[in-house]
């Protein structure tokens, strides 16, 4: 059965609905084929992509939809959910290879290299300011890891979209900025 | 003017309430936290290290007056614009508020703000969401006047000065 909503996933219907992650979508989706910050907690939770870490945040499942939400609609579809699936699956992975002792926290400094290796060039000041926000006792857990990398990412798309001639530098208006800061 | 200066005026509110009174409220809410002023409402409030003045993680009692006042100001400020004495704020009430203070916000946008500040998740701000959203937004608009120095409501800044600017705000 054909859901206008879900959008063209490659191989039409019939390959999305094979999709094991369609399984976990579709489970809290409901008639318009879009999920809530809500459902997509939910969803995640129980597809176990956290493994032995703690669920995510509401706060952070918040910030996963906004920051594949083209449309505005506060809500994800499920070509989004697809890749927010595969942007966590390496998150997930990159956040392993420092924690070690599977302690489901890193060190401050291991998350600039994380962050290097992401390709998120970040000076130590700006470093700082991140963990003051997301750190505790100079660790990070993976909530507040996943929930940094989505800001980053938002806030980098955000300003290159500004920057088109890539001189690293970004005008911003007044109300732009406002609107386009708060949306994350 | 390219734009206003959002929030900073709060109304005015210029009884102000004698000492023994005031004592008496802060000794009811350091013991017990009593629903007069919200844990969120002073905890953002003390957070922002608005009334701390010695960097103490706290405030004293002549301090407090000073919160005090700020709180009574907002819950002014929200009574105003719960026009329908709901106790929450909806997204016309929010924008008659936002734009009352000078923000040009589009339609649209006042769902993100609704989605993103709404925490019992009802599709409209309590109180304490309204604080936050409206101190988010001053916030924003005091690190950009920072470096919008000439004033045009336009600035340039570099990939690094953007995510110092924002990043611990949003």
Known sequence: MAFPGYGAAPGGVAAMQQDPLYGYFSAVAGQDGQISAEELQSCLTHSGISGTYKPFSMETCRLMVSMLDRDHSNSMGFPEFKELWQVLSGWKTTFMSYDGDRSGTVEGHELQHAFNAMGFNLSPQAMNIIMKRHSFGGRVGFDDFVGCCTKLRALTDQFRRRDQQQTGTALFQYDDFIQVTMSI | ?170
């Open chain 2, 1 to 170: 003017m390219a734009y206003h200066s959002p929030y900073r005026g709060a109304p005015q509110n210029n009884a102000t309430p004698d000492q023994s009174f005031l004592w008496n409220i802060f000794q009811r809410v350091d013991k017990d936290r009593s629903g007069v002023i919200s844990d969120t409402e002073l905890q953002q409030a003390l957070s922002n290290a608005m009334f701390d003045r010695e960097n103490k993680g706290g405030v004293n009692f002549s301090e407090f007056g000073g919160v005090w006042k700020y709180v009574t100001d907002w819950q002014n400020i929200f009574r105003n614009y719960d026009r329908d004495n709901s106790g929450f704020i909806d997204k016309n009430e929010l924008k008659q508020a936002l734009t009352g203070f000078g923000y040009r916000l589009s339609d649209q946008f006042y769902n993100t703000l609704i989605e993103k500040f709404d925490r019992q998740r009802k599709g409209q701000v309590a109180f304490d969401d309204f604080v936050q959203c409206c101190i988010v937004l001053q916030r924003l608009t005091d690190v950009f006047r920072r470096y919008d120095t000439d004033q045009d409501g336009w600035i340039q800044v570099s990939y690094e000065q953007y995510l110092s600017m924002v990043f611990n705000i949003v």
